[in-house]
């Protein structure tokens, strides 16, 4: 499709999520009946907790009336926030905000009831966080945030985060089938029983799919399992969960546009058909809540094996250029938290805490490969790492309509790396304090004006803390430091009536000490050069009456290199600078039994793909359909993904690969992951 047909059929829908015509202008709504849709709505914000314009809340139960492709798009309801994916469907996403490509989460912090999921010093990648674990049918909850201005959030942060808080009780227990094309078959269940004073969650998943592409079959095999038990315990709650993830699949890489255009291989076709891994992920976790004090602790056990081939033939005219990466880690860590009044002016408060994490990596490794066999090892290491961090963060009333926040944290990293090269084995530490400020004004009843600064940082990977030979080529390369600053600042309003709309625009700005930037044939992440973003973005929601509700979300980034580099451009590879999402849902009936209908559009501007921003990849856009048919104790969904069969792009990238029969150096080309074509999908719930 192209930009301009995208452009206009985007144009039209927003059109018509906006100025709904006078077939869904019905009778006036209850109030009791507007609230009731603002509270499951796209977007319900708990007023007066927030001290940004560009935090939210969304409910578990919205977060399963959007068609979805797959599990990690739940955080596709953050304003600006783009997820695809460049590979098969059992590893982590690739995720956009602000300006970032966040790889699979660089700067972009998760985490699911109170357990962190970015993963440090990591075989695919600084941060990578992979939610195919968590159970979307669980999640009571996602809040998020954008920016550095949160003194309780520190690593990987400086772009934003969502942490996924899961459900307590349920009003009935749950059955979920959906069958699709392509394979797709997902059942799920989730159940609960009173157990002495407390009561027990369990929750199952099964998912398969062999997916739409014309050599391979994804052949996922996605196993989860949950089990939550809450007790009440002193004056407070404990709460202990499980979970037990297993996942393996094929993959279908990103392939070069000039093999699609020479008909070498159709546009869902691939160049290596033996990519693909396995993953696995198991953890224990404790969480007590009291009106005192909040804790929570947990143990992580997971594990990776990823295939990949993105250059064919470049380095490895013989044997090819397919890898492995390994992953194995226990993961330990904890927080303890308290909120205590402030002796400042009434109603103030203070909260402190402490944080720990220790990351016990057996083995994050690199091979050589060829047909999943490995022929040699690039590297292998073993890595500890430890981190402790100390925040508190206060709100100060200085009057009924003006508050203040003034927060810092320290943190301390240390790491200690064994290298199968004993020059690149060693320790490093590295500590750093970052201070927070953020300012609300209450202009109004209805508008809330914000301003706020903060500094934040990223942590670089512990095995390029301590090199000092590139394994692959070796050569002497320089370390690099454990921790990197950032700093950002923002403006915005949010204007509300608290009933029926609620609109939130947003100027910021970020400033990144380094990019990072994953070297492959290495096997680690590094920092490049230094950064500056800034843009805007805007959210709104509008619930017409108790049967029409409607949302759109805009955001635009400029992002530059802040440095300049002989033979090297400004722009940041691997950008969107612009990003829309709409959407509208429309029931039959104010208490939402009956017919509902839902429509959501998704456009990705061009992206930026080298630092000269000479190469234009086409825009996407991409139109998600749903229809349901909800009764007290049943429904059933027909989705349809990609509603009008569109054959744009998921994710592109440039850069020199080698095809058989190709020039040594290779060619430097435009390599992409079509989006999945049209895909349909119907699902039988039943609450009993």
Do not use: C
């Not at 400020?437 to 004006?449: C, D, F, I, P, W």
């Not at 390369?477 to 915005?492: D, F, I, N, Q, R």
């Amino acid at each position: 499709m192209n930009s301009g047909y995208a452009l206009s059929a985007l144009s039209l829908s927003v059109a018509l999520i906006l100025s709904p015509s006078s077939v869904f202008a019905l009778d006036d709504p209850a109030e009791g009946d507007i609230e009731h849709i603002r509270v499951k709505g796209n977007m319900s914000q708990k007023s007066g907790e927030f001290v940004s314009a560009s935090q939210g809340w969304v409910s578990g139960d919205t977060l399963l009336e959007r068609p979805m492709l797959r599990t990690g798009e739940m955080l596709e309801f953050i304003p600006g926030m783009m997820v695809t994916q460049h590979s098969g469907s059992g590893k982590a996403n690739q995720y956009f905000l602000r300006g970032f490509n966040l790889d699979h989460g660089t700067d972009f912090t998760v985490s699911v009831d109170g357990m962190p999921i970015n993963m440090r010093s990591h075989g695919h990648g600084q941060g990578y966080s992979d939610l195919n674990f968590v159970i979307p049918e669980m999640v009571d909850n996602l809040s998020y945030f954008k920016g550095t201005y949160y003194a309780n959030i520190g690593d990987f942060s400086s772009a934003g985060g969502a942490f996924f808080n899961l459900r307590n009780s349920l009003e009935k227990n749950q059955l979920f089938l959906t069958l699709g094309e392509y394979g797709y078959q997902r059942i799920t269940t989730v159940n609960q029983a009173d157990i002495g004073d407390g009561k027990a969650i369990a929750a199952l998943e099964y998912q398969t799919y062999g997916g739409p592409w014309s050599d391979i079959s994804e052949d996922v095999r996605k196993k989860n399992a949950n089990i939550r038990y809450i007790t009440p315990l002193f004056d407070g709650e404990l709460t202990v969960t499980g979970m037990a993830y297993d996942n393996s699949w094929n993959g279908a890489d990103q392939v070069p546009a000039r093999a699609i255009e020479s008909g070498l291989i159709d546009r869902l076709g691939s160049i290596d058909t033996q990519v693909g891994g396995e993953s696995s992920r198991y953890s224990l976790s404790a969480n007590y809540k009291s009106d005192d004090v909040n804790a929570s602790f947990y143990v992580i056990d997971t594990d990776l094996t990823l295939f990949s081939n993105f250059t064919y033939f470049l380095d490895n005219p013989d044997t090819g250029d397919q890898f492995e990466q390994a992953d194995d880690r226990k993961i330990y860590g904890g927080e303890i938290f308290t909120t205590l009044p402030l002796e400042v002016t009434e109603g103030s408060t203070i909260t402190m805490g402490a944080q720990w994490r220790f990351d016990d990596i057996d083995n994050v490794g690199l091979y050589r490969t060829q047909n999943l066999k490995r022929l040699s090892t690039i590297r292998e290491d073993a890595v500890k790492s430890s981190s402790y961090s100390l925040f508190a963060q206060s709100n100060i009333v200085l009057s009924d309509d003006l508050s203040l926040s003034l927060g810092g944290r320290y943190d301390y990293l240390d790491v200690e790396v064994d290298s199968d090269l004993a020059a690149n084995s060693g320790n490093k530490g590295d500590g750093l304090f970052t201070l927070k400020a953020a300012l609300k004004y209450a202009v109004s009843e209805n508008l809330t004006a914000f301003a706020n600064v903060g500094q934040g940082f990223h942590s670089n990977d512990a095995r390029g803390a301590t090199i000092s030979i590139d394994p692959s080529t070796g050569d002497a390369t320089a370390p690099s430091p454990l921790l990197v600053k950032s700093l950002g600042y923002e403006t915005g309003l949010n204007y509300t009536d608290g009933r029926t709309f609620n609109i939130s625009a947003a100027l910021w700005r970020l400033e990144l000490d380094s990019e990072l930037l994953y070297v492959g044939d290495a096997g680690f992440t590094e920092p490049s050069r230094p950064s500056e973003r800034h843009g805007i973005e805007i959210s709104a929601y509008y619930w017409v009456n108790h049967h029409l509700t409607t949302d759109i979300e805009a955001a635009y980034t400029k992002a530059r290199f802040s440095d300049r580099v002989e033979g090297e451009g400004r722009h940041i590879d691997g950008t969107v600078p612009g990003v829309i999402s709409a959407g509208a849902t429309y029931y039959q009936n104010s208490n939402q039994l009956g017919m509902s209908y839902t429509l959501r559009a998704r456009y990705l501007s061009s992206r930026t793909v080298e630092s000269f921003d000479e190469v234009s990849p086409p825009s996407t856009f991409l139109l998600n359909a749903q229809a349901v048919y909800r009764q007290p104790n049943w429904d059933i969904t027909l989705e349809v993904l990609n509603a009008l069969d569109s054959d744009d792009h998921d994710i592109d990238y440039f850069y020199a690969s080698r095809l058989p029969g190709e020039p040594e150096g290779g060619i430097e080309d435009l390599h992409y992951h079509p989006v999945e074509p049209r895909n349909v999908r119907l699902t039988f719930a039943l609450r009993y």
